[in-house]
């Protein structure tokens, strides 16, 4: 993961758009998953503990363009959970 965030915008069903901080990309299974925050210019970057990330699969539409879908499989999920914990403690270290 690198200091520095990617921003993203996200439309949600009404068509509400909210930015996200892209926090980490990463495989697993030969998936691509990404961990994201939403932006809250109140939000501490240094502190700790997150209370709302949100985990989504990246795949490709049609057109080859890198779309973000959720993921419904609580077992997919735990594993992404898992291996971004390990990602994150690796990186403390």
Do not use: C, H, W
Not at 31 to 44: G, M, Q, S, T, V
Not at 57 to 63: A, K, L, S, T
């Amino acid at each position: 993961m690198s200091d520095e965030m990617d921003i993203i915008l996200l439309y949600d069903e009404d068509g509400n758009e909210t930015e996200f901080e892209v926090v980490a990309t990463l495989e697993l299974d030969e998936n691509e998953y990404a961990i994201l925050l939403p932006r809250d210019d109140e939000r501490d970057p240094e502190a700790e503990e997150v209370e709302e990330a949100y985990i989504l699969r990246i795949e490709q539409d049609e057109n080859g363009e890198d779309v973000l879908v959720g993921i419904e499989d609580e077992e997919e999920l735990n594993a992404v959970i898992e291996a971004y914990e390990e990602l994150v403690k690796e990186e403390s270290n």
